[in-house]
């Protein structure tokens, strides 16, 4: 088991439709991020929350809409995303308020399939 | 920006073998971190090792960051070792993950 605690493990959506990934942990960590991975590629950062606030959009599309409601939660809000948009989708914490500074601790995923 | 490269990219061994994973990177970093993800897609970290040494259990890491690389030695592969190992740095807010060394551990 992890620390970091991914919901769903699976999602299908439709290209209309709007749903939200959410990840929490409890280590007392003050950074936390998204990464989005593809099929046989490493992970790619997406968004860095510090301190409850957005650091780092790693210029990701306006249908990805991060969103930090307290120290604990990350959420991802997903709308009217493309087939290309499926792929695995990690969320990761670490100590301290320079993201990377600290050890990151990933979840297990969401498997994202846009249909 | 800074670039991350593995090697070597895929690796086949037999149960028992010994293996070393490199990774070089072009600038100097804040940090590094090795992972591993097993076959079901969950990313494992294994060290945090931005200099010097690190053992744990039949792994162990060495990072030399004036010479720019990082080695994880794994001794006597098991099956559940199998899966991509990737290194990790971090330089100006920037997190540059390398595109990983695939292990395959054969029973």
């Known amino acids: 088991d992890t620390e970091v605690t991914q919901t769903p493990k699976h999602l299908v959506m439709g290209m209309t439709n709007k749903k939200s990934l959410k990840c929490e942990q409890h280590m007392g960590h003050r950074a936390m991020y998204w990464y989005k991975q593809k099929a046989k590629k490493p992970p790619e950062l997406m968004f860095v929350?510090?301190?409850?606030?957005?650091?780092i959009n790693e210029s990701v599309p306006s249908r990805f809409s991060p969103e930090c409601p307290n120290s604990s939660l990350l959420n991802l809000h997903l709308h009217a995303l493309q087939p290309e948009d499926s792929a695995l989708y990690l969320c990761?914490?670490?100590?301290?308020?320079?993201?990377?500074?600290?050890?990151?601790?990933f979840g297990d995923g969401t498997r994202l399939s846009i249909l | 920006g800074i670039q991350v490269e593995q090697s070597p990219p895929d690796l086949i061994l037999q149960e028992g073998a010994n293996s070393t994973l490199r990774c070089n990177f072009s600038?100097?970093?804040?940090?590094l971190q090795w992972f591993h993800q097993n076959p079901w897609g969950q990313l494992i970290n294994l060290f945090y090792?931005?200099?010097g040494t690190k053992q744990n259990g039949r792994l162990s890491a060495t990072t030399v960051a004036t010479e720019r690389y990082s080695l994880l030695y794994i001794s006597s592969s098991q099956t559940t070792d199998s899966g991509v190992y990737f290194c990790a740095v971090n330089r100006d807010d920037k997190i540059i993950f390398g595109k990983g060394t695939r292990l395959h551990i054969l029973p």
């Open positions: 090792i931005p200099s």
């Open positions: 990761a914490s670490s100590q301290g308020e320079v993201p990377g500074n600290q050890p990151q601790h």
């Open positions: 600038d100097s970093v804040n940090n």
């Open positions: 929350y510090s301190y409850e606030k957005l650091s």
